[in-house]
Every structure is written in structure tokens, then in C-alpha cells.
């Protein structure tokens, strides 16, 4: 277990470190128009974001003990193909949510 006083200091230090990278945003710099080529850099922060989230629990699914299964690659592969043909991300999660359950269904 970890020490109380550890924990508590992570917790602050966390936090702190949470807070500044906000205000660095919105306090210091949230009333001036930022440059072109930053704007188009932020673009791509939830695309680089939400792979970063589902990739490990496509890959070691905590359901099957980190063991890949077919159900959840099987839905990722749709979840990326919707999305490269259609361009439509609320498409590419509605139809791989609903590839996932139907996968999970057939396959056990």
C-alpha cells in the first residue's frame, strides 16, 4: 500500500499540475486569436485522443484476461472502415458499438 502522505502529495501535485496546463490555455492566453498553423495542430487532438483510449481495450481486452478476441477486432475493423468511407465519426461509433454487441452475441 502506499503511504498516506504519498498519496496525498500525487493527489496535489496532480491537480496543480491539471490546473495550470488549463489556465496556461484559458487564463493566459484564451482572449487572443491563436496562429493558424497551432489551430490546425489542435484539429487533430480528439482524433489522436480516443484511438489512444479504445486501442488498449481492443488489443488487451480486460473481458478475456489481455487476450485479443475476434468480437472486439472484428468491431474495430468496422469502426474504421465506417469512418475512412463515410467520414462520419458519430457513424463510425454507433456502427462499431453495434458491431461489438452483435459480434459478442454471435460469436459467445
Known sequence: MIDTGW????????????FALRFVFIGLIGDRDLPPWIL???R???????????APMV???AATNGDPDPARLIAAAVTISVG?????????IVSGAGALYLMLYLLG
Open 7 to 18: 498519496l496525498w502529495f500525487v493527489i496535489v501535485a496532480l491537480g496543480a499540475g491539471s
Open 40 to 42: 490546425r495542430h489542435l
Open 44 to 54: 487533430y487532438t480528439a482524433v489522436a485522443v480516443l484511438p489512444g483510449l479504445v
Open 59 to 61: 488489443a488487451f481486452p
Open 84 to 92: 475512412l468511407i463515410w467520414k462520419n465519426a458519430i457513424g463510425a
